[in-house]
């Protein structure tokens, strides 16, 4: 089942895709959904509602794909976990010395987060932002000190996700927060339709143009491990989003590019770039050369 939460003059609504169509799931939701958005809300009533939302979608409302604005499925989710450097040919790439094993997690902005067919908004103009595709796990029930061999009875599905990244001296919290530097759509994949995750391929274009080709199978920490280690330092609620690492082929996305990814089973993300409220480096608040007040 493909769960998309969609654009109505009701507001936002969940939905089940079913074939061409999205089919209006919002009853199932029994709490406001507030910020963090309806499928937020069904996930914090239970993984097995969840799981039977798509037992019977007749007599339902019924909207066509095609003609949707879809949101992003988590608009807030309560935090986003992403592993740094955990593909092999992206260490390689970046010349790291390190990789997530020795570099752990870090955690992204919620409020970065925008869906599919919205705009990344670059922050300067005269440094790099790369785009870096990669799969999402989201937590389906609360976890704490996982082990690897279960670690997938936690998850919820699965989501494509780019992590735009500044390439400066930041902190990686700091410079991969900027607000809408976490594409995340169009939908979230359960776990039935997908799989196994350790097998799925994944493809990134930039104005058509491929940038990124690669296989889950070649990541460092797999989801069930990466799923154990964060669990080991934090507990992941439900809606939590882990960002699983990006493979080779990051590079730098401009104005005006289109930027897209695909995730074998799981689903197709694309969104634009503006540079249309981009400033100078050294213009922003937290220069070295800017006067500090208290």
């Not at 988590?74 to 570099?103: C, F, S």
């Not at 080709?213 to 989003?241: C, E, K, N, Q």
């Not at 089973?265 to 922003?284: C, F, H, K, M, N």
Request: hydrophobic share 45%; with cysteine.
């Amino acid at each position: 089942m493909r769960l998309a939460v969609f654009s109505s003059d009701w507001g936002a609504r969940l939905g089940a895709v079913d074939g061409d169509d999205l089919v209006d799931i919002t009853d199932l939701v029994a709490a406001p959904a507030g910020l963090a958005g309806p499928l937020h809300a069904l996930l914090e009533q239970g993984l097995d509602l969840v799981r039977l939302a798509g037992a019977n979608l007749r007599d339902r409302p019924r909207v066509p794909v095609r003609d949707a604005t879809l949101l992003p499925p988590l608009p807030r989710p309560g935090k986003i976990v992403a592993a740094p450097v955990n593909y092999r040919d992206h260490q390689a790439e970046m010349a790291a010395p390190l990789t997530v094993a020795d570099l752990g997690v870090f955690l992204k902005a919620p409020s970065s987060v925008v869906g599919h067919g919205g705009t990344v908004s670059l922050p300067y103009t005269d440094l790099r932002t790369d785009q870096e595709a990669e799969l999402a796990v989201v937590i389906g029930r609360p976890a704490r000190h996982v082990s690897v061999e279960r670690a997938l009875e936690y998850v919820a599905g699965y989501t494509c996700l780019f992590d735009i990244t500044v390439r400066s001296t930041e902190d990686r919290s700091t410079r991969k927060s900027f607000d809408t530097f976490t594409p995340l759509g169009p939908w979230v994949t359960t776990p039935d339709e997908v799989g196994d995750p350790g097998t799925l391929s994944l493809r990134c274009w930039v104005n058509g143009v491929p940038r990124q080709s690669a296989s889950t199978a070649d990541l460092i920490f797999g989801v069930p491990r990466l799923i154990a280690y964060a669990s080991s330092v934090m507990t992941l609620w439900p809606g939590d989003v882990i960002a699983t690492g990006t493979p080779a082929g990051v590079g730098p996305i401009r104005h005006g590019d289109r930027v897209s990814m695909a995730i074998e089973r799981v689903g197709r993300l694309e969104v634009t770039v503006t540079a249309a409220d981009a400033i100078p480096y050294a213009s922003r608040p937290g220069a070295k050369t800017a006067a500090v007040t208290a």
